[in-house]
């Protein structure tokens, strides 16, 4: 005779599989009665499991050659409008303008400054309702004006080894692109006046970064002082989930 626990596992197997509870007390002899609560056990923790789920996600600034890139994880209940506080972080922007995620059709972001109703607001749709399968994309666009296009591609739904309810970056080559600077074409052209800076023509796109934003170095990527940052995020507090 079976053993509950060995019973137990193999219903939970059978389920997992795709099988119905009838069918399950029919091949292994047992009455419908002692399968179905196994299997709602089974699936209460299966979605358990999945809103504690930390992504793993690789977002590029498009346009850049060679490209400007980072790998970060999150928890995937996290809002779209922590999402960008997120992004900010891990690229390294100022957080000085306007942004929007684009999920095919849909326009995400915040809602307060467009008369468009057709734009959803950021902080009441979470990662995993729009990017809930591997290899999901989706466009996050920052400064209409300079309109920086990053494409955000979800390479892991589940990260066993990651820390619940946490931001973390794991990876990433060069430095963002400084605020305002014109965008690609502006950033290109400022990557050209500091490989010449005896260029009388780029002269002033020097002074300028000089003058506002300091000593600048593209090449520079400092993980360690972006995980300082997004551990003062706090993101996960009680008030900032949407249950």
Same mark, same amino acid.
């Given at each position: ?8 596992? *193999? ?11 009838k069918a399950i007390a ?16 089974a699936a209460g923790e299966? *979605? ?13 600034? *498009? ?28 690229? #390294? ?8 995620? *684009? ?9 307060s400054w467009d008369s ?48 619940? #309810? ?5 990876? #990433? ?8 600077? #014109? ?61």
């Amino acid at each position: 005779m079976t053993a509950p626990a060995d019973l137990e596992q *193999e219903i939970r197997a059978r389920h997992a599989a795709g099988a119905s509870p009838k069918a399950i007390a029919r091949a292994l002899g047992v009455r419908p009665a002692a399968v179905i609560p196994i299997v709602r056990r089974a699936a209460g923790e299966r *979605e358990a499991a999945k809103s504690q789920a930390v992504y793993e996600l690789k977002v590029t600034l *498009e346009g850049t050659d060679p490209p400007i890139w980072r790998r970060f994880r999150v928890p995937c209940q996290l809002t779209l409008a922590d999402l960008h506080l997120v992004l900010q972080a891990v690229m #390294g922007w100022e957080n000085d303008h306007l942004y929007e995620f *684009e999920v095919g059709k849909r326009r995400i972001g915040e809602p307060s400054w467009d008369s468009d109703n057709r734009r959803e607001d950021a902080g009441r749709i979470q990662l995993r309702d729009v990017a809930a399968r591997q290899g999901a994309r989706l466009t996050y666009v920052y400064d209409f004006g300079d309109d920086w296009q990053h494409e955000l591609i979800v390479e892991k739904t589940a990260c066993p080894d990651a820390e619940p #309810g946490k931001a973390v970056c794991i990876a #990433g080559e060069r430095a963002c692109p400084p605020e305002d600077c #014109g965008g690609i074409w502006g950033y290109a052209e400022l990557l050209d006046a500091l490989d010449d800076p005896a260029n009388s023509e780029l002269e002033e796109r020097v002074e300028w970064l000089e003058e506002v934003h300091g000593p600048y170095d593209p090449e520079h990527f400092e993980l360690d002082a972006i995980n300082v940052w997004l551990d003062h995020l706090k993101l996960l507090r009680p008030n900032r989930l949407i249950r």
